[in-house]
């Protein structure tokens, strides 16, 4: 740590890997690490921050939009410890209280997990909005999807990734990228799994045909699939699954166990085999007489 009052740089790949954050999912991933979360740098000036991880834990190069792990060897700037506020790089979190483990990290910024009530905002105050797990899914939109969207949304329900959309639709993986961004922003729904359920909850498409028939699962199954709607709190859950480890292992297991390609594509099955039907009543409603 600097001693004169100077930010130094150090190399990454030494004492240290770097896993740099755009502010938009910055702080929901702060809040799902929870109190133990490792040294974490902010800028507010160019909007980034950067996750400090034990060194040779995270291998270079891009997990999802908005984050890349820094290369061995990029200098990062580390300023002196008590520099906790303003514009310019400053510590989020001090160095002291725990460890952020790389692996966590990246399934918190590339799952299903929105951020949670109470969330420290980038700008250092407190946000108090509802988290997404915690608000049913978006109501049915008086505008109907265009097309374009509509296509992008059953691809999605059906399990495809953004690159076998883009290879389907013959569009570049950035359009698709663009298209499932528009949807998220139309139901304030940012993961995968928010997006499914809002459009299958608002009518705009129906649940998926497939041949394969519903596992054995259990209550605290249909829980987790809930909260990864949005249909239920996190508090709903039991108490064991609340830490975000633990729920993610949880719907790994699901998926493997519904044979269910994305996150999305889980939410799709479920609603077809009836174990969410408040995703459903809506757009069985509309086909009514």
């Avoid at 820094?70 to 400053?90: E, K, Q, S, W």
């Avoid at 166990?257 to 969410?276: E, N, S, V």
Wanted: proline share 11%; glycine share 8%; aromatic share 4%.
């Amino acid at each position: 740590m600097p001693t004169n009052g100077e930010t130094v740089r150090r190399a990454c790949g030494e004492d240290f890997d770097a896993v740099r954050v755009t502010a938009d999912l910055a702080a929901p991933a702060l809040a799902a690490l929870g109190p133990r979360t490792g040294p974490v740098l902010a800028n507010h000036t160019t909007r980034t921050w950067v996750f400090l991880v034990p060194p040779d834990s995270a291998p270079p190069g891009r997990w999802t939009l908005g984050v890349r792990v820094m290369p061995c060897g990029a200098a990062i700037g580390i300023p002196p410890i008590g520099a906790t506020g303003g514009r310019d790089i400053h510590w989020a979190v001090p160095p002291g209280r725990g460890v952020t483990y790389a692996d966590y990290l990246k399934r918190i910024l590339t799952g299903p997990l929105p951020p949670a009530a109470g969330a420290p905002r980038v700008d250092g105050q407190t946000s108090t909005t509802t988290p997404a797990s915690a608000r049913r899914a978006a109501p049915v939109r008086p505008r109907p999807l265009s097309p374009a969207l509509l296509k992008v949304g059953e691809l999605l329900l059906a399990g495809h990734s953004d690159a076998q959309i883009s290879k389907e639709l013959s569009r570049s993986v950035l359009t698709v990228r663009t298209h499932l961004r528009q949807i998220g922003n139309l139901f304030h729904a940012p993961n995968q799994a928010l997006k499914a359920a809002a459009l299958l909850a608002g009518g705009h498409l129906p649940p998926p045909t497939v041949q394969i028939h519903a596992p054995d699962l259990a209550p605290v199954d249909i829980a987790v699939l809930r909260v990864l709607a949005g249909i239920s709190r996190d508090a709903e859950l039991p108490v064991e699954l609340r830490p975000t480890g633990p729920f993610l292992d949880h719907v790994d297991g699901l998926r493997e166990r519904c044979a269910a390609r994305t996150d999305a594509h889980l939410i799709a099955l479920a609603a077809t085999w009836g174990l969410l039907p408040t995703l459903t009543s809506l757009a069985t409603a509309k086909e009514q007489p």
